[in-house]
């Protein structure tokens, strides 16, 4: 066990006002389940943390997904997460857990994951259990969208799309200054933009399968490029000049071009918040998508597109912000 050291985190004094309340959260990814303890900024502390998002991260935990063991394993090791963060930080109130695939945030049920092959698990009540304290439970992409909406600098905008790219692609819409709910709402990344390659949800086509940072990883691969480990090394590669990774890198900003394009032509945002783990790409991934998407919108009002702040701790902290919400309301 490396459990992270907390007796040195948190700025209470010996003495002092009440520490900072503080709450676990949980992100459960593909390969990693990221686990962390963050104190809740209140009153004039409410800025805090990254970004200005309100949450301060002050220990993390880490536990490999057992994503080869099934879903039983998988739902098994999230419980135990759980428990091993309470047990790390004892004066936690609340925890937040968020998990990907089809959610139903209302009834706290992960009710599918192509990905992680579960099907109608009861989440939200089993954490519950485990911690002995209240959990909020949601979507990873929707919770770390609303991180990412809590980081923008200015008033928050009544027209956006947050488009998270990670290990697959979905969205958090906000129409008309409110975010849009639905267990299905968001899937961008399954848009058919791309050619037909399959994809895990059983179409072909779909934007993820082309423009995701796993995908931008495997399709490096099948064009004759060495194993990489994600998306990061193609980019790097293209800039060394390596012309099949500078089609796959270009395949994906073009994907992403189309479906933004067909998000805007419905949808008008004002802003496109580009975040996830590809994000951390920077103006290499900014720069030829925002000219991409000015080339090909004509009449339609160009929106302004801003890369996320979180990169891939926005589920985390996005987590962290429902918990906290949970708490403060109680
Ligand atoms: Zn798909």
Redo the contacts with the bound molecule.
Sequence with gaps: MNAPDLATTGPGLPGSAAAPPRVAALDVGGTVLKGAVFEVGTGADAGVGAAGTGVRQVATLRRPTPRAEGADAIVAAVLDTVAELCALAPDVGAVGLVVPGVVDEAAGIGVESENLFWRDVPFARLAAERAGRPVAFGHDVRAGGRAELAALAGPPPTEALVMLVGTGIAGLLVVGGRVLPGAYVG?I??APVGPDEP??????G????IASAASIARRYREAGGPVVAGSREVLAAAQAGDSRAGRVWGEAVDALVRGLAIYTTLLAPEVVVLGGGLALAGAALLDPVTAGLAARLTFQPVPELRLGQLGDEAGTIGAALLARDLLLAG
């Design positions: 899937e990344g399954h994809c895990a949800c059983g179409s072909t779909c934007l993820e399968t």
